[in-house]
T-cell receptor, first 113, second 117 residues
Framework: DAKTTQPNSMESNEEEPVHLPCNHS???????IHWYRQLPSQGPEYVIH???SNVNNRMASLAIAEDRKSSTLILHRATLRDAAVYYC??????????????FGKGTRLHILP | GAGVSQSPRYKVAKRGQDVALRCDPI?????LFWYQQALGQGPEFLTY????????KSGLPSDRFFAERPEGSVSTLKIQRTQQEDSAVYLC???????????????FGPGTRLTVT
């Protein structure tokens, strides 16, 4: 899995949108962009993933740059429960799709009440 | 349905003791992964099972670490002669093929926090 770069930490106010950036300049054509998050004292949980097009689900939106070298996870209205470490991960969609996940350090998101 | 469960949630061991950590994956999930997470770091891969077969153990840090999944469901991670550097959260994840050809989503348990004193 290729490498990603994320800020170590970010802060946002409650009930405001949050944009979490991720750079992945060495992404290959078959890599999917996945986001997981880890709430305090819990295991990571899947948030969203995409390949080329922007994606929306009930948790978040994923905006992918046209050249796919960066992406942004968007939480539309942050709540205190969104305080977590967010991991941006590249996963191969052609080789072993059941492969281990290679996590970086992620971005620790603080939500201010 | 029930998610991935792990037991115990917390374990304190004296240096040199053996420990066994249990993982109950989601029913029907073929694949099972173990990860180790040190404080302030992201999880790091330890080992991977497909049913009862251990297909990848490249992440196990030493021969003191041993994992098994004898019947293809419950898995146990055993650490012999624990050392202080083994203190970490041990996470288990299971996965199942998605409906379309995409990377498999992994479902994680809450982890076992091991403290070696």
């Amino acid at each position: 899995d290729a490498k990603t770069t994320q800020p170590n930490s970010m802060e946002s106010n409650e009930e405001e949108p949050v944009h979490l950036p991720c750079n992945h300049s060495t992404i290959s054509g078959t890599d999917y962009i996945h986001w997981y998050r880890q709430l305090p004292s819990q295991g990571p949980e899947y948030v969203i993933h995409g390949l080329t097009s922007n994606v929306n689900n009930r948790m978040a939106s994923l905006a992918i740059a046209e050249d796919r070298k960066s992406s942004t996870l968007i939480l539309h209205r942050a709540t205190l429960r969104d305080a977590a470490v967010y991991y941006c991960i590249l996963r191969d969609g052609v080789g072993n799709r059941d492969d281990k996940i290679i996590f970086g350090k992620g971005t620790r998101l603080h939500i201010l009440p | 349905g029930a998610g991935v469960s792990q037991s115990p949630r917390y374990k304190v061991a004296k240096r040199g003791q053996d420990v066994a950590l249990r993982c109950d994956p989601i029913s029907g999930h073929v694949s099972l992964f173990w990860y180790q997470q040190a404080l302030g770091q992201g999880p790091e891969f330890l080992t991977y099972f497909q049913n009862e077969a251990q297909l990848d153990k490249s992440g196990l840090p030493s021969d003191r670490f041993f994992a098994e999944r004898p019947e293809g469901s419950v898995s146990t991670l055993k650490i012999q002669r624990t050392q202080q550097e083994d203190s970490a959260v041990y996470l288990c994840a299971s996965s199942s093929p998605p409906l379309v050809q995409q990377p498999y989503e992994q479902y994680f348990g809450p982890g076992t926090r091991l403290t070696v004193t």
